[in-house]
């Protein structure tokens, strides 16, 4: 199923307006603006959620968050939420698409497809979503700037707006920091960590990033994450202290620009560009 973006008729447009979350959607009816898809049976919102799971990783590949076979994205199955839908083990980024992706219990069997799944992402991924059953996306990757900052076992600081969307809306994970986890043990030790927030910065292994909404929101905070790891480095690479942005301004920012609905908003621009350029991926 592919979104399109129609005109709305004009009492579907007043209702658009009397039912805005974010003040990024327009007040002025009759105007092309993404909406929130739903489904009628499960089978086609399956069938959505398995097409963004794959455009979320062919956005990864654009990012070059590739690096060798780490790194797995997931999200829940909507008629089966003890199910999870992945990226297939040792497949690239820009290679996975709608026919090879895989369907994991959290006991990490592969109940549907015909790639084996990640060790390390059945662990964790498994670990997070058994553990909450609120979360239902998911995405992990060894991205350069975001492995190079969990090194420093710190949280992001509020330096810009962007970095403001995780203003006390991260952790920093110390437990089995630097280990690599292959064992279930270590998956729910980390796991408790995920409670209430959109990203998690793993000390000496990387980012991690969630979503109660879809695998589109978590896919762009992602991005996003990655994207202020890297102008903080930058910045403190200077030398010179940079000025943080007010607490008070950050959770501003962060309540109107760092929501899991903004996070799937932003997403709708990617997945256009996806679907125009990469149409392979829906095979």
Not at 108 to 123: H, I, S
Not at 132 to 151: K, R, S
Not at 217 to 237: G, H, N, T, Y
Request: proline share 5%; glycine share 6%.
């Amino acid at each position: 199923m592919q979104d399109t973006m129609e005109s709305p008729s004009a009492g579907q447009a007043d209702a658009q307006v009397r039912k805005r979350i974010s003040v990024y959607q327009p007040t002025q009816p009759g105007l092309i603006f993404p909406e929130i898809p739903t489904f009628a049976t499960h089978a086609e919102e399956r069938q959505h959620r398995k097409e963004r799971l794959v455009a979320a990783c062919r956005a990864f590949a654009l990012q070059g968050f590739d690096y060798g076979f780490a790194g797995h994205l997931t999200v829940r199955d909507p008629e089966f939420p003890e199910l999870y839908w992945t990226n297939p083990m040792c497949v690239h980024f820009s290679n996975v698409r709608v026919s090879n992706l895989i369907l994991v219990d959290h006991a990490g069997k592969v109940v549907e497809g015909a790639y084996a799944v990640n060790r390390a992402g059945f662990v964790l991924h498994a670990a997070v979503h058994e553990k909450h059953p609120d979360i239902l996306a998911m995405c992990h990757a060894h991205t350069v700037y975001g492995t190079a900052f969990a090194a420093l076992g710190r949280p992001l600081d509020p330096i810009t707006q962007d970095a403001a969307a995780f203003y006390e809306d991260h952790v920093v994970i110390k437990s089995e920091a630097g280990q690599v986890a292959v064992e279930e043990r270590a998956g729910f030790t980390v796991a408790d960590w995920f409670k209430g927030v959109k990203a998690a910065i793993h000390q000496n292994h990387g980012i991690f990033t969630c979503s109660t909404h879809s695998i589109e929101s978590a896919a762009f905070w992602f991005i996003a994450l990655e994207r202020c790891c890297q102008q903080q480095l930058l910045v403190e690479a200077t030398g010179h202290k940079p000025v943080m942005v007010p607490p008070d301004k950050s959770r501003f920012s962060r309540d109107n620009v760092g929501s899991d609905y903004i996070g799937w908003l932003h997403f709708q621009t990617i997945w256009d560009q996806l679907v125009r350029t990469q149409p392979d991926m829906l095979d």
